[in-house]
């Protein structure tokens, strides 16, 4: 009866040996005439499957397919043909595929196969003598231990073995270790292949463990008169154990270069690729502004795996890509292109502020640069598109219109600085005036308080504030505003920012009051033109004044008696001789101001954060105006600032004498206030 083909897939589970036939084929030792060519194939199990609507089993038609386990039935002319193309890894393969591909790859006669594919593997060093081509190629391609079975990458070339470090120690001697010193005889380095391992501490000389005990057993065996001989056979066999270790190790160190130099190109190809394809999408620029290692960041080991980029990788990293190269192109415009535009702005400002206002456009206070630069003229002409040329001139039409914004401006921080401020208990909201006129009244004097900070504060120098412009601590956005925070040293004036308390200092009131005005509608234009001076009934004594200006008298009752209630203090204003004696100390002893007293340019138009050291101005005035610093004069080239000079007072004897304050224990010194008042960091 002739077996049919689906009738052998059952593979019959007799061991049978293998051996060549005189055709040349690798026959079956007591296999049947009758068995097919597919006798031992593995039973193959199909999925049956159920057609659609219908009632039975659909029948499975079984396709054959091609068996590799059939090559060895092959003409062994033919299949060592085969066997020609192939590397030294594919036949150790191949030679653990199935017995019989195991018997027929490691008999000798098969050995001229091994030798063809080693010659395929360029500048491998022959064979040698003591070991087989399978052996040969299973210690320089077989990646794993040679006890275990873990992946070893390196190889013992002077042992002929790979291990892992574990059982490196259980197959190896150390000569030079304590724990596995090798025994005392006659012994040289040289008599044995060694494998010297270098790393952290002491270098390792390592010797197969079974290699000594065989040479042992040898020593105890060999009559002493040919110990020399044994010796001397031992060394050259390991000198030429040695020699071709050697030159498999450059062998391997060649091909280890090679594979990096391989994998190093199809990474830079790959990077290559990315560039490419951002660059025809348009993000050149920022490309170049960034570099090669902001993409090693941002796509972290994808932009160096050596494997090359194919459409289906890049469409996957593509929109993480753009969303970030989006960022990066903001960033970028922001530092090259808006950067340099607002440097041009604030050269021009400051030239600007140089200058004497324009007719009708003159104000106690004007914005600093980051404010100018948001007003719309000005936004406009530094946000144009990459391509327009902005120079000096470009601003010229928005400085002309720069009035109406200042206006705006004004009294838009006005409004918000109202909102900070807290009226006394006793008054309530009623009696706030929320129109910017209270702003104007002499008794405008607030106290700003914020954390540990606290400070007396006349208007509009309030404005002025530090809190108003410096950033709220690890507050800033992203990387676009910290370079314009960067670029400017402040940000723009916000009444939120810090949100200060604020509130009215009551004390200002009986200054005003000792002068016989209305604390409500007194401006402080009123108390300037009165130019009265006033005595503190605190200090004072009998015979003795203490006298200063109304402003100076302010500081004075928050300094050394914001403790006591307001009716506690009592002011009066100083009339007759006593007046005019006053007013001609002031001219003939004038005091001097300290190098590090603050002030700021009267020749410049005043504005947001330019007061400075009296030494910065001095030198300002020198460079800009080219007035020498001896030249100087207080009230006329530079104004000192209220809320940070000391108070300056006098004293009135019973006979009108007036003399320093520092000539009399009865009044107190002031420190300069520097400190107290202004942050060194935040001066512009």
């Known amino acids: 009866m002739v077996t049919t083909r689906s009738a052998t897939r059952v593979v019959c589970n007799d061991s049978t040996t293998s051996t060549v036939s005189n055709s040349g084929r690798l026959s079956q030792a007591g296999s049947s005439d009758e068995d097919s060519e597919d006798s031992d194939i593995a039973p193959r199990h199909v999925k049956k499957r159920f057609r659609k609507g219908a009632g039975h089993r659909a029948k499975t038609k079984l396709k054959r397919r091609g068996r590799l386990d059939l090559m060895p039935t092959m003409n062994l002319d033919v299949l060592f043909h085969i066997l020609s193309f192939l590397l030294p890894m594919d036949l150790l393969n191949l030679s653990r595929t199935s017995k019989d591909f195991r018997n027929l790859l490691l008999q000798r006669s098969s050995a001229s196969a091994w030798k063809i594919a080693r010659l395929q593997v360029d500048d491998l060093p022959d064979c040698p003598q003591d070991m087989s081509e399978p052996q040969y190629a299973n210690l320089a391609f077989y990646p794993h231990c040679h006890d275990c079975g873990r992946v070893v990458r390196s190889v013992l070339w002077p042992l002929r073995a790979r291990y892992c470090p574990r059982c490196i120690c259980e197959n190896t001697l150390d000569h030079w270790g304590s724990q596995t010193r090798i025994p005392r005889m006659n012994f040289s380095s040289y008599d044995l292949p060694h494998a010297m391992i270098y790393g952290t501490g002491r270098p390792k000389q390592l010797f197969l463990r079974k290699a000594v005990d065989e040479l042992l057993a040898e020593h105890l065996k060999t009559p002493a008169d040919e110990l020399a001989a044994l010796l001397l056979e031992k060394r050259k066999y390991a000198l030429e154990v040695m020699e ?159 009035p109406d914004f200042v206006s705006s401006w004004r009294a838009k921080i006005d409004h918000d600085f109202l909102d900070l401020i807290h009226c006394p208990e006793n008054q309530g909201d009623s009696d706030k005036q929320k129109d910017t006129d209270y702003l104007q009244l002499a008794t405008a004097v607030f106290v700003v308080e914020c954390g540990s900070d606290r400070r007396l504060l006349m208007y509009p120098e309030v404005l002025s504030w530090p809190g108003f412009f410096v950033p709220a601590t690890n507050t800033l956005p992203d990387e676009v505003y910290q370079l314009h925070v960067k670029q400017f040293g402040c940000r723009m004036w916000s009444a939120v920012r810090h949100l200060p308390r604020t509130s009215v200092f009551e004390g200002t009131a009986a200054v005003v009051q000792a002068a016989g005005l209305d604390p409500k509608t007194t401006r402080r234009e009123d108390m300037d033109v009165l130019d009265a001076r006033f005595a503190c009934g605190e200090c004072s004594t009998s015979g003795r004044k203490v006298v200063m200006t109304w402003d100076m008298a302010v500081m004075h009752s928050y300094r050394l008696h914001r403790d006591l209630q307001t009716e506690e203090i009592k002011w009066t204003i100083i009339e007759g001789d006593e007046l005019q004696n006053v007013k001609d100390f002031e001219k003939e002893a004038k005091p001097l101001l300290k190098a590090d007293a603050i002030v700021y340019c009267a020749l410049c138009q005043h504005h947001v954060r330019d007061a400075q050291s009296l030494t910065f101005i001095q030198n300002h005035l020198a460079e800009i105006h080219g007035i020498p610093s001896n030249e100087a004069e207080q009230g006329t080239h530079y104004i000192p600032d209220r809320n940070s000079t000391s108070v300056i007072s006098m004293v009135v004897d019973s006979d009108g004498k007036v003399s320093n304050h520092a000539d009399h224990r009865l009044v107190p010194s002031y420190s300069s206030g520097v400190e107290i008042l202004y942050w060194k960091s935040h001066l512009v």
């Open 244 to 402: 071709h270790a050697e030159q498999c190790q450059q062998w391997s160190q060649s091909v280890a270069n090679s594979r990096k130099n391989e994998l190093d190109a199809i990474r830079r190809a790959r990077q290559d690729d990315i560039v490419t394809h951002l660059t025809e999408a348009g993000y050149k620029p920022e490309l170049d502004y960034v570099d090669r290692f902001w993409l090693q960041d941002r796509l972290g080991a994808s932009f160096r795996e050596p494997k090359p980029l194919t459409q289906k990788l890049w469409d996957r990293m593509r929109p993480d890509l753009i969303i970030a190269l989006d960022k990066v192109r903001a960033r970028r415009i922001e530092d090259k292109v808006y950067g340099p535009r607002r440097q041009i702005l604030m050269d021009e400002y400051k030239k600007y502020l140089q200058h004497p206002p324009p007719p009708d456009a003159a104000f106690d206070l004007m914005p600093h640069a980051v404010n100018v630069a948001e007003f719309d003229p000005f936004r406009v002409l530094i946000t144009s598109p990459e391509s327009v040329t902005i120079t000096a001139t470009s601003f010229v039409s928005a400085f002309q219109q720069l």
